[in-house]
């Protein structure tokens, strides 16, 4: 879920201006994975933007406070959730680790780096959010290490309904400070983007499985 209706729409408006969040339904994107995509997201550029970072670091603190009561860890998935993770720990006050996708194949072999305690209260930081798939292994793994996950907050998700059964099976609650509808939303108001190519992006979205 959003955190709150008109956070994401703002939070939208500043990752379209800054280009975190492109469309592009005419001449797609090719993901990582071979995916033609009419949207590409990279929310590290929000990092490089004073203004923008404070204010997403501020609503995402605003969101922890609201909705996850009494943490006492932050655990940021790697990569993408690592610097804002950093930032929401300082500014909550909490310690920090950050958790890869699989251990290292060197030194200590570490997957989950930084220091965790047995029934430690976490919140998982993540940027984004498309099948939910990496980030609930991340959660996984700091169960498995004996956290208590109380949530994850992250920046934008696709709205996938395979990401909120997944989310809801592991017991996870997600909150967003914004998502696909919103961008959406967004872009059409200020003349990104035009009725059609609203049902091009919505057609793309169904093709995941939504």
Not at 22 to 34: C, H, N, Q, V, Y
Not at 196 to 201: F, I
């Amino acid at each position: 879920m959003i955190y709150n209706k008109e956070v994401a729409l703002k939070t939208a408006e500043l990752l379209l201006k800054i280009k975190a969040v492109k469309l592009s339904p005419r001449e797609l994107f090719t993901w990582a994975s071979g995916i033609k995509s009419p949207i590409y997201c990279d929310n590290r550029l929000t990092l490089s933007y004073t203004e923008i970072r404070t204010f997403i670091r501020q609503q995402y603190t605003k969101a922890i406070e609201e909705l996850f009561p009494e943490p006492n860890l932050i655990a940021a998935v790697a990569t993408g959730g690592i610097a804002q993770g950093a930032l929401i720990a300082q500014e909550l006050g909490l310690p920090l680790v950050y958790v890869r996708s699989q251990k290292k194949e060197h030194g200590l072999t570490n997957q989950i780096e930084g220091e965790v305690r047995n029934g430690q209260r976490a919140v998982v930081i993540e940027d984004l959010v498309s099948t939910g798939s990496s980030s609930l292994g991340v959660v996984k793994t700091l169960r498995d290490a004996g956290c208590q996950v109380i949530g994850m907050a992250a920046i934008f998700t696709y709205n996938l309904s395979k990401a909120e059964k997944a989310f809801k099976e592991a017991s996870c609650p997600l909150v967003t400070l914004t998502d696909y509808n919103q961008i959406i939303e967004s872009a059409l108001q200020s003349g990104y983007i035009t009725e059609k190519e609203v049902k091009v992006l919505f057609d793309f979205r169904k093709s995941l499985g939504n």
